[in-house]
């Protein structure tokens, strides 16, 4: 395999992901008042249905389905499966805001080298998973070559700073 350095499609950040939905409607719905997204002008030259919304840096469009009725509806809450993550302030609030609103939800811990990360997945009314956790507290370590990275704007302070006075210390 050849390997690959640094950037090379000069990639700036993540923009968008399309979600088709049996209806927009309730997915505008869904992802307004469960996840806080808004929506945002969508170009009037499109002959298709649908509606694009923006928070966090990251929007998410939805497209009608031309065929609703013949799109598969997940159930079951499978962690492994396909789903966008989300970084939250209090694991807590979200689990019991997900309580009152009586969204089905599992929830999981992952433990790496004594760092937890609580995560709770659950379902948009199509059926495509949403993950919320404190990932943010689990570094990303590259597998070679790289410096550690965090997930959190102030973990990467924290973590630089600490790489900053090892290489002083050196």
């Not at 050849?2 to 505008?28: A, D, M, Q, Y």
Request: net charge negative.
């Amino acid at each position: 395999m050849k390997e690959t350095v640094g950037n090379p499609l000069h990639l700036k950040s993540l923009n968008h992901i399309s979600l088709v939905c049996r209806s927009v409607e309730e997915s505008i719905d869904f992802y307004t008042n469960v996840l806080g997204f808004f929506p945002i002008r969508r170009p009037g030259s499109f002959d298709f249905d649908g509606a694009w919304l923006f928070n966090y840096a990251i929007g998410i469009h939805l497209l009608q389905s031309e065929n609703p009725d013949n799109m598969q509806k997940k159930s079951e809450i499978n962690p492994k499966d396909n789903h966008i993550s989300f970084q939250c302030e209090s694991m807590g609030a979200v689990e019991k805001k997900l309580k009152e609103m009586e969204i089905v939800y599992k929830r999981q811990r992952v433990e790496e080298g004594g760092i937890y990360v609580d995560q709770l997945f659950f379902h948009d009314p199509d059926g495509f998973m949403i993950e919320i956790c404190n990932c943010d507290n689990l570094p990303v370590v590259p597998i070679a070559g790289e410096m550690v990275r965090s997930c959190s704007r102030l973990n990467l302070d924290i973590i630089s700073q600490k790489q900053i006075q090892t290489v002083v210390h050196l």
